[in-house]
């Protein structure tokens, strides 16, 4: 298989890598770069688990190849919390209890931060739509909106 | 009793809603799962080569042009299994033998250098397949002339307390016999038969099964495996094996929810035989999404016939039921799924005659195993639907049909035995209070119904007589503490739990507690597996039971260098105290080091290690013609969920506005996590009843996958989710606390039921309720075509 050198920007680290033309973006990141942040729930586009930050969109780090993001910007949720502290939106998700099992908590909490970040005060049902894409099987969603909900405001 | 542990003057934090302990690893996303541990450059991958057929003889299998294939570096079959395993009957092969049971059945496992050459080396193994008649209805699966699934049943192993029927396809049949119900029916002026059907789903956790297992040189097989059960892995893979328990390692990192499907052992042991090819080399075996729908767990089917009668006061009087299960191809799980039902066929009521039959079925489609609720959201589906109906023939409120015939304190229940104090009226008031029962709310819309219903349940802990928990504190040179436990954090909250519980118990902070993970067979103490919501209860008290050991040592130690007794001795916030002399001692000058001998002679004590341990030892057995016994369980959590719904007519949606849950939990450890365990149950059950069906086309899946198998998102949640704690305690619970985990899924399906036949006047017998049932069903009704 064909080989592609690319270099992307992942978290505010600039990363190059040789990459295989039908790698993903989510095996790059977890399998090449120990990010395993941003999880495999279906590989599909379908759960939301992988969702990642690209240029400022969240995408479905398992559906764009890894050749895709070749100059991009990339976010993870790695990336969320610095040395100054936890983003908002994971204090809150401490605060209310967010998160359960947390397989799902990487992709809620980076659908969430690329959506306040365009709508910072968002209504309830701009919540849920923006989270629709992200599956949860534990929490029922309550505590996951209030997580946002609580950001929105403190942020 | 348990309450006197600790001390009661220092802030304890039983009752407390303190945040999650493993709140902050998932929400950097440095909490690791199984896949996200590294192997390096020896990891090896695994894929299934599975069954096409839902029933069918293998005449040839050739593995030669999957193993000539660069890269390929092992290929197993059913060869290469030695014996059958199962929970409580041992019905299945790692790999198929010579028999293909379901869609997805195991026939080979490739192991290869990349996940892409495994699966394209697994399309280089030839089967040739003899079609064989599928079972596809457990109805049918009895019948005489039904094809036959295991003809060596008779030969399989089987816990004492599971009846299969040789020559059927009938794995066990629990039988109960309470009184005269035949005679019984004479006495009733109400009578009310129906026959009910609850499809298949699945569990869905996000995260998919999967493990990473290892044969080393000496043989020990070490398995990273994202599970509910490692110690029930290791005992029955080693089992399969003919190994010691001893020679197996299970290694559990957080497991991305289970919800039942990652308890027992379903696709573990298929990468341990594969690992055993290739020693020295980790092999992963990860499932697919689609793999995760059929070839994982999935929840049984069943058809389930409820006659029910009460008399002319609304009293009930005789209840008779025949459960048949849809189990699937194998049911070493799935038998024991039946007996529970078979138990608890009552619901939470008073029933003087009870005749019962309960079957678990072979069937040749995905095999049935534990989830969420382990029987019990499948019985009160007909059980709750038709006790409204009888209150309706009554003309009897619903509520209080049920606050006249629920169960209470030494009411005898289906297996002959006097109940524990028990909330079961008054969680179904309180929930009703909470919905405005009685009063009749407008639509939004003048095309949309508005109703109400509410449904009762219970539930018991389903699991064998003596399942133990065990648990170890160290303690660390400063003090602080390294609990060691074996009961996986599944999301539920229970390693947050357990350090509550060893704070308190022990007379600590919370925050010097540290719970030692991840839970590894080598090094945790002994869990029996983590599911029957029993963790808090069972687990807690092996917490507590070593939080007494080592306070004990601490005692004996101070008392003899204060020369006091250790009745005067209690540890506060960190410090031994004596309330004789008023002396005290902060814990880390004597934990680990010991205390110096007053005439400089030498030291006393040493490291302090509690150990602890949890059985019950009171779960009789029940009589196998009647199901009668004196205890048949440990203890029932029970509660109610009450609905206001609007339906649409014009396109069948039924749209949840409130969801109440109301559960008896016995003590809220920590009222935010049982809270937080309500409202998921709450959207998992209303997902079930009003999305959910694992499509079986003649025994093929026909929508595994969450596009075609949709699962509630933040679109279906309810207007509001409302949950409310009541506590009875329980008299062997840590503080008085049993189980809520699964409870809460209970009873939403027939509350969302019931509130549709008040809203619309439509009685819907089979799950799932989609708009497409309800809209056709509102036509029908209407006289429409
Ligand atoms: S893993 Fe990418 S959407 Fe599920
Ligand atoms: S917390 Fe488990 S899937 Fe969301």
Known sequence: MATHKISLTVNGVLEQAEVPSNMVLLTLLRERLGLTGAKNGCAAGECGACTVIMDGEPVNSCLVLAVEADGSEIVTVEGLSSESGLDPLQEAMIEVSGTQCGFCTPGVLISARAFLDRTPSPSEDEIKEALRGNLCRCTGYVRIVESVKIAAKGG | MTEKVGPKSFPSPIGESVPRIDA???????????????????????????????????????????????????????????????????????????????????????????????????????????????????????????????????????????????????????????????????????????????PHVQHTPIEPHITVAKQDRSGQITLWASSQSPFAQRDLIAASLGMSPRDVRVISPFVGGGFGSKAGVSMEALAVIMAQKVPGHPVKVRLTREEEFYCAFVRQGLVAKIKVGADAHGKLVAMKTEYYWDAGAYTEYGVNITRAAGYSCTGPYDVPNVWTDSYCVYTNHPVGGPMRGFGMPEIHWGIEQTMD??????????????????????????????????????CAAKAAEAIDWGEKESSSAPHKLRGKGLAIMWKAPAMPPNAGSSALIRFNEDATVSVGIGGQELGQGAHTIAAQIAAASLGVPMDWIRISGPIDTQYSPYEWQTVASRITWSMGNAIIDAAKDARRQIFDLVAQQWEETPADLDIRDGQVISYKSERSEPLENLVVYGLPKEDDSGWRGGPIIGRGSFMPDYVSALDPETGQGPRAVVHFTAGCQAVDLEVDTETGKIELLRVVSAFDVGKAINPDQVRAQMEGGVVQGASTTLLEQLRLDEGFPINASFTDYRIASTMDMPGENISIIVEVPQDDGPWGARGIGEHSMVPTAPAIANALADAAGLRILDLPLSAERVFNALREKEGMP
């Open chain 2, 389 to 426: 109906q009888l209150a309706e023939e009554l003309g009897m409120d619903k509520l209080e049909f049920r606050l006249k015939n629920c169960l209470r304190e030494g009411s005898i229940t289906a297996t002959g035995s006097a109940i524990h104090p028990i909330g079961v009226a008054e």
């Open chain 2, 24 to 198: 902050l690893p998932k929400v950097t996303g440095e909490a690791k799962f199984t896949d996200d541990i590294q192997f390096g450059a020896d990891l090896l991958y695994g894929r299934i080569v599975r069954s096409p057929h839902p029933h069918a003889r293998i005449k040839r299998l050739d593995v030669s042009k999957a193993l000539a294939l660069p890269g390929v570096k092992a290929v197993v079959t059913g060869e290469d299994c030695k014996d059958r395993f199962g929970l409580y009957l041992k019905d299945r092969y790692t790999f198929c033998k010579e028999r293909v049971r379901y869609v997805g059945d195991p026939v080979a496992g490739v192991v290869a250098t990349s996940e892409n050459l495994a699966e394209e080396a697994s399309r280089l193994v030839e089967v040739e397949y003899e079609v064989l008649e599928p079972v596809l209805d457990p109805v049918a699966g009895v019948q005489k002339d039904s094809p036959l699934l295991h003809p060596q049943l008779k030969d399989y192993t089987v816990a004492s307390f599971i009846y299969p029927k040789h020559g059927t396809n009938i794995s066990n049949h629990f039988k109960l016999r309470k009184g005269d119900v035949e005679k019984a029916w004479s006495e009733c002026s109400v009578i009310v038969e129906r026959e009910y059907r609850v």
